[in-house]
C-alpha cells in the first residue's frame, strides 16, 4: 500500500528490553523523522534523517538508536527502554525541501512497565 | 533555537461559532509555518502551510490562517465550526527540522 506505515501499532513491553519500532515509506522521500507524543509536550523530535546512511540528533535522542540503511525505512530502536519512554511514537516523511509538507504514519503506542 | 508556543491548552465553542486558535513562534527569520489536526488516535493531516508571499492562506476543511510578521504570530481561524472539527490541533515552525507546538485541544458544544 502507499504511504508511510508504522509497526506494531500497539507495544508493552519491560524496563531494560530493547525495543525497535519500524517505519516504512512507499514515495522515495528523502527526509524521515521520529516524533514522540507525550501530553503537554506537543510532538518532540527523537532523530531525523535526510537520506539513507544520514541521521541527526533531534531535540530528545537519549535512549534511541536509528538507522537508515534504505531510503524506504527508517527504525526507531530503545536499546534498554525505561518507563519514561512509555509514548506514542510518529514516523513522518518528506521530500527535499523544507518548506515541503511531513506525512505522518498513523503511530504506535509504547507502554514499557 | 526555534520555538512554537500556543497559549490555549483547551477551547471550547459551540456548533456554528466563530473559531480562532493562537500561535507565536519564536525564530530569527520567517521559517515555514504550518497547522497540523489530529483526530483521535490518528496521526496528523496537514491543514495549511506558509511560506511567503500572501499573509491569509486557506486550507483545508474551511480553515485559514494569518501570518503577522510584527507579532511573529500565525493564528488559525474558522468563520463557523462543525462538531467533525473538535480535535487536537498543533501550530509547527520548520527550518531543517520541525518544532511543534504542545497543542491545542478543541471541544465542540452541540
Known amino acids: 500500500d502507499a504511504g508511510i506505515t508504522q509497526s506494531p501499532r500497539y507495544k508493552i513491553t519491560e524496563t531494560g528490553r530493547q525495543v525497535t519500532l519500524m517505519c516504512h515509506q512507499t514515495w522515495s522521500h528523502s527526509y524521515m523523522f521520529w516524533y514522540r507524543q507525550d501530553l503537554g509536550h506537543g510532538l518532540r523530535l527523537i532523530y531525523y534523517?535526510?537520506?539513507?546512511?544520514?541521521?541527526d540528533k533531534g531535540e530528545v535522542p537519549d535512549g534511541y538508536v536509528v538507522s537508515r540503511s534504505k531510503t524506504e525505512n527508517f527504525p526507531l530502536t530503545l536499546e534498554s527502554a525505561t518507563r519514561s519512554q512509555t509514548s506514542v511514537y510518529f514516523c513522518?516523511?518528506?521530500?527535499?525541501?523544507?518548506?515541503?509538507?511531513?506525512?505522518f504514519g498513523p503511530g504506535t503506542r509504547l507502554t514499557v512497565l | 533555537a526555534q520555538s512554537v508556543t500556543q497559549p490555549d491548552i483547551h477551547i471550547t465553542v459551540s456548533e456554528g461559532a466563530s473559531l480562532e486558535l493562537r500561535c507565536n513562534y519564536s525564530y530569527g527569520a520567517t521559517p515555514y509555518l504550518f497547522w497540523y489536526v489530529q483526530s483521535p488516535g490518528q496521526g496528523l493531516q496537514l491543514l495549511l502551510k506558509y511560506f511567503s508571499g500572501d499573509t491569509l492562506v486557506q486550507g483545508i476543511k474551511g480553515f485559514e490562517a494569518e501570518f503577522k510578521r510584527s507579532q511573529s504570530s500565525f493564528n488559525l481561524r474558522k468563520p463557523s465550526v462543525h462538531w467533525s472539527d473538535a480535535a487536537e490541533y498543533f501550530c509547527a515552525v520548520n527550518n531543517n527540522d520541525m518544532r511543534f507546538g504542545a497543542g491545542t485541544r478543541l471541544t465542540v458544544k452541540p
Open positions: 513522518a516523511s518528506r521530500s527535499t525541501g523544507s518548506g515541503n509538507e511531513q506525512f
Open positions: 534523517s535526510a537520506a539513507a546512511d544520514i541521521t
